[in-house]
C-alpha cells in the first residue's frame, strides 16, 4: 500500500495537493483512491464505457482523469485553486469537500477535480460530445503516448466520430 503514494503521477498530484494547501492522505486523488481499492480487493465499479477507460488508464498511468459532457458546461473552462468553505454534490456522494483542491469551473461553477467529479457534467448514456482532462502535475512527459492510448481505447470501445486534442500548460 505505501508503495502507491511513490508512482510518480500519483506523487506529483500529491505534491500539487500539499502546495495548495490540501492533505493527499485525507482528500486522495482519483487514480491513488483506485489503486487502494484493488490492493484491498475491492474492486472497481462498471459505470458506462468512457469511465471504465478512464478508470484503466488511471491505474495504468497514475494519472487521475476525468471525463465531463460538455452540453452540461459553458464555453469557458478553467483550472484553479477551490476557494475555502467550496463544495459540490458529487457523483453518488453528497456534498463534497473541493475546498483547496485544484479544480475545473465553468461560468456556472465547479464540476471537476482529480479527486471528484460533480454530477452537474457527469457522462450519462446515449450519445455525448465529451471533454477529457488527465491532471498532469509534473509535465508532459509522457502525456502524449498517455493521450494516444486513450484515443484507442475510445475508438474500440465507443462509439466515437471525432477526437480532438489539446495541450493546456
Known amino acids: 500500500m505505501p508503495e502507491i503514494a511513490d508512482i510518480p503521477h500519483i506523487r506529483s498530484t500529491r505534491n500539487a495537493y500539499k502546495a495548495l494547501g490540501k492533505s493527499p492522505s485525507d482528500y486522495r486523488n482519483a487514480a491513488e483512491a483506485m489503486l487502494r481499492r484493488i490492493v484491498k480487493s475491492n474492486g472497481l465499479y462498471h459505470i458506462n464505457n468512457v469511465i471504465d477507460i478512464n478508470n484503466l488508464m488511471s491505474v495504468t498511468t497514475g494519472y487521475s482523469i476525468g471525463s465531463y459532457d460538455t452540453e452540461q458546461l459553458s464555453e469557458l473552462v478553467e483550472l484553479r485553486r477551490a476557494p475555502d468553505g467550496e463544495n459540490y454534490q458529487g457523483i ?58 486513450y484515443c484507442e481505447l475510445l475508438i474500440q470501445y465507443c462509439c466515437v466520430e471525432e477526437i480532438n486534442t489539446i495541450f493546456v500548460l
Open 92 to 149: 453518488g456522494k453528497e456534498a463534497v469537500n473541493i475546498e483547496h483542491l485544484p479544480t475545473l469551473y465553468d461560468r456556472l461553477s465547479a464540476f471537476g477535480n482529480p479527486t471528484s467529479d460533480s454530477r452537474r457534467a457527469m457522462i450519462q448514456t446515449g450519445n455525448r460530445t465529451i471533454m477529457t482532462v488527465i491532471y498532469s502535475f509534473d509535465g508532459k512527459s509522457d502525456l502524449q503516448e498517455v493521450i494516444d492510448r
